[in-house]
């Protein structure tokens, strides 16, 4: 590849937080690095405004992507169609397609795995290992949370049991913890009688003032959007890059990666614009970072990375069974970010060689809306109106129990045979569904709420213990191993099938854990890119 002429030393498809992190560290060192986003360029304050004009599509249970741009050419996952299910579990994938992606409208928790992630098959004899360690990571950890402005507890016990801090840093959080919102105060008290040890959430929202961020003033908005900037979003990191030099092309949906003659390289990409028109491009190196949804879709329409016939397949979430609770005493929950905590005295233990681990996140959302809905619904009017939304949201208590789910190939995206984009092109077509080792994870979640109920005094207002509703953590789609028999990439994040494309995406990673995953998927990517600027 020396003498040839190419359009950039690095083309990155996709620009969310992933990617964009990637895209910054290449770019940082001199690296000539072009971003292909297929959606639009949005400034905040317009999405701000569309949240606002939009009614309370968050908190009274809607749909987050309602204030964001759908537009043809790079509809989102609430688009009729954009996903036909075939499987017993319906799956929403809920992503977003802008300059950013979807971290516009997460709620910003920051976890790293723990070491027992990284070896769940050697340690429980249950899914896969990854082929790296917790050490191999750790530098990118905080590479990545220096990047991102992660706040977090320097003392904190995170595998759950209340112990010595843990996993092991080299270095402190960057940023340090929001003050303990009183609801936090309270609940950790209630339920620490029971013996469950309330933690709190790494975040991605700004303490202090962090880079161009201004300090969090607790809107409470975090999802759908932060209004002020507080929070981070992969588009700072899309921006950082430009700064170094890179250039992003929005609006510009890639359709394709070409392969070499002998197939053993990538040549190209070629990408849609909106009007239809199609572009080719040239690099040395190429990553995808398009999400673990549609990065599997993009390398299945051009037949590339897929000897495994490992493509699509794995696909892991976290379900979340949630219930919302009346308190017995005003716990005003409400003020400050939307989530603060959380009880994690199941992340970690012997069980999970026989169920998944599981995650309690303790929300911090305002009821009001749910309450006036369920109020209204059984003729509650006037004064007593009133008098009923002021006694319950005060009280208000929101729970949701995430659990780990195992990899398998039959949980897997292909393409539709019967829904096409604007462009003629396949569609996706999910199969999804659980099994006894899940099941037998909301058996124990269903215990545990009911000790929560009686810890707190609780009324039940209301519940999810029926569905099995993913949290749009999609991972293992293009499942990291070190066989390529059975895995897409290696420890690189490096396609076994093309030595110079690398797949950046929370899609590679083969345990799912029941934390966030967003953090480990931006560290693989800056150790991707490492690897990539050891090269050119």
């Known amino acids: 590849m020396s003498d040839k002429i190419f ?26 690095v072009i971003i292909l986003e297929a959606g639009p360029r949005v400034p905040r304050w317009k999405i701000v405004e569309a949240f606002r004009n939009s009614g309370n599509t968050y908190a009274g249970g809607g ?7 759908n537009v043809p050419w790079a509809p989102t996952s609430f688009t009729p169609n954009y996903v036909e299910n075939t499987g017993p579990i319906q799956y929403n994938p809920y992503t977003l397609r802008l300059v950013g992606g979807t971290t516009w409208h997460w709620g910003g928790a920051c976890w790293r795995n723990l070491p027992n992630d990284f070896k769940l098959k050697s340690v429980y004899g249950v ?5 790296i360690t917790y050490d191999d990571l750790e530098p990118f950890y905080y590479e990545a949370e220096v990047e991102m402005g992660i706040s977090g507890d320097d003392n904190a016990d995170y595998s759950g049991h209340g112990g010595a801090p843990f996993p092991p840093r080299q270095h402190p959080y960057p940023v340090r913890p929001q003050a303990t919102t009183y609801f936090a105060k309270r609940f950790a008290e209630r339920l620490g009688a029971g013996g469950y040890h309330y933690t709190y959430q790494p975040n991605g929202r ?10 969090c003033v607790g809107n409470n908005n975090c999802s759908p959007i932060c209004p002020i900037g507080s929070q981070y979003s992969g588009d700072r990191d899309t921006t950082k890059a430009e700064k170094h030099g890179a250039k992003v092309i929005s609006d510009a949906p890639v359709y394709k990666l070409e392969k070499s003659a002998d197939g053993k390289s990538i040549v190209a990409v070629h990408y849609h614009d909106k009007e239809g028109n199609t572009h080719r491009l040239t690099a040395r190196y190429f990553i995808v970072a398009s999400n673990a949804i549609e990065t ?17 397949r794995n696909l892991m979430d976290h379900h979340a069974f949630s219930m919302n609770l009346i308190a017995d005493e005003p716990m005003w929950s409400g003020r400050g970010p939307i989530q603060q905590g959380d009880i994690l005295n199941r992340r970690d233990g012997p069980w999970r060689s026989e169920y998944s681990s599981i995650r309690y996140e303790i929300g911090n959302g305002v009821g009001n809306v749910d309450i006036t809905r ?13 008098k009923q939304i002021r006694h319950m949201s005060a009280r208000w208590t929101p729970i949701s129990a995430q659990l780990e789910h195992l990899p398998l190939p039959e949980n897997r995206i292909t393409l539709s045979s019967k829904n096409k984009d604007m462009f003629g092109l396949p569609l996706l077509k999910i199969h999804f569904d659980v099994t006894d080792y899940e099941r037998r994870g909301y058996d124990v979640v269903m215990q545990d709420y009911l000790e929560f109920q009686k810890l707190l005094g609780a009324e039940v207002f209301s519940k999810n213990t029926t569905v099995w509703e993913n949290r749009a953590h999609p991972m293992g789609t293009v499942i990291m191993g070190e066989d390529p028999k059975d895995s897409v990439v290696n420890h690189e994040c490096r396609t076994f099938d093309h030595h110079n494309l690398f797949l950046a995406t929370t899609g590679v990673m083969p345990a799912a854990a029941s934390n966030n995953p967003t953090v480990t998927g931006c560290a693989l990517s800056l150790k991707a890119a490492s690897h990539i600027l050891a090269e050119i």
Not at 127 to 131: I, V
Not at 206 to 215: I, L
Not at 298 to 304: A, E, Q
């Open 374 to 386: 369920a109020l209204l619904a059984k003729g509650v009017v006037g004064p007593e109106l009133d």
């Open 296 to 312: 599997p879709r993009l390398l299945l329409l051009s037949d590339v990375a897929n000897s495994s016939d490992m493509v699509g």
């Open 206 to 215: 700004a303490t202090d003032p962090y880079g161009e961020r201004p300090a």
């Open 7 to 32: 359009d950039a030393d690095v083309i990155v498809v996709g620009s969310g937080a992933v990617g964009s992190l990637a895209a910054q560290k290449i770019a940082k060192a001199g690296k000539a």
């Open 127 to 131: 899914g896969r290992d990854f082929p």
């Open 63 to 69: 749909n987050r992507n309602a204030p964001y741009p």
